[in-house]
């Protein structure tokens, strides 16, 4: 329909001047797709706000939070030095266990070491030696079977025109690929697959078929996006940037002030252990 007029497009109508059954469809399916595109923008904009509010908290507020867990833990630690009460020193295990510890040498290291130190793998890496390829598998009797098989029935030289070869190409791809992982069942399943031949083209929509299919993904595409915003909305960070959508920063700065209340206070109470 004319934005202007008001009056049925030419597009739109029939042979006899009536509307194409259609064409309301259409305009359906225009307005879905105008509407999950700024959706979308939205979406992505309070997505971006989210990480770099987040990359901003991290960076200005993380020490401050790793400072007042180290302080818990070393007043804890101090309180059940003090009392000896078994369940001070269970706190105190508790409030330690929170501090970020530092990585031991089997985390850096990972599997480099081994029960006679440093893995060969490892040591050929740290010295620039050529590290040994992985072993294979010798594939079985049955799966080379196959293999050969397939091979022979389906290999692209076989094919007649050009899209055979294509489909050809693919298939011996997949091939390929089950033998070198020796997949014996893979294997089978795709003998049957060359023995029941392509798949038919399916045939082809109708217009209408292919509107209402085009509105049902604009939904469900609708339904994901709004489900991503409640996750982002629900989120620690999201729910902070929704007490200051206009002012993030000063929200950080006010953050910042109350932990750095919090460290003098723990630093005080830390301190009167100290005195005798």
């Not at 295990?93 to 130190?117: K, N």
């Not at 038919?200 to 217009?207: D, I, L, Q, T, V």
């Not at 620690?236 to 940037?241: D, S």
């Not at 950080?252 to 109470?269: M, T, W």
Request: hydrophobic share 40%.
């Amino acid at each position: 329909m004319s934005e202007q007029s008001g009056q049925t497009a030419p597009e739109e109508q029939t042979a006899s001047g009536d509307e194409r059954p259609e064409a309301r469809l259409e305009r359906a399916v225009r307005a879905a797709e105008q509407a999950l595109i700024e959706f979308e923008i939205a979406v992505e904009t309070f997505r971006v706000e989210v990480e770099n509010f987040s990359r901003l908290h991290h960076q200005k507020l993380g020490p401050m939070y790793s400072r007042l867990d180290e302080l818990d833990a070393l007043i804890a630690e101090a309180k059940a030095a003090r009392s000896g009460d078994p369940e001070d020193l269970r706190r105190a295990r508790d409030a330690r266990s929170l501090v970020m510890p530092m990585p031991g040498v089997d985390e850096l290291f990972h599997d480099w070491l081994g029960s006679d130190g440093i893995s060969d793998d490892a040591a050929a890496m740290l010295t620039e030696r050529p590290v040994r390829p992985p072993e294979r598998v010798r594939p079985s009797e049955e799966v080379r079977r196959l293999y050969r098989e397939l091979v022979r029935r389906a290999h692209p030289d076989l094919a007649q025109d050009e899209s055979e070869r294509t489909r050809r190409d693919a298939f011996i791809a997949r091939v390929n690929a089950a033998y070198g992982r020796g997949e014996e069942q893979l294997l089978r399943e795709l003998a049957e697959e060359w023995d029941a031949g392509p798949v038919p083209p399916a045939a082809a929509p109708s217009e209408s078929e292919e509107l209402y299919a085009r509105l049902e993904w604009l939904s469900q595409r609708k339904e994901l996006l709004s489900m991503v915003a409640k996750e982002l909305e629900d989120s620690a960070i999201g729910a902070m940037l929704r007490m200051a959508p206009d002012d993030p920063d000063r929200l950080l700065e006010e953050i910042a002030e109350q932990l750095l209340a919090q460290v003098s206070e723990r630093e005080a109470e830390l301190a009167s252990f100290a005195t005798p």
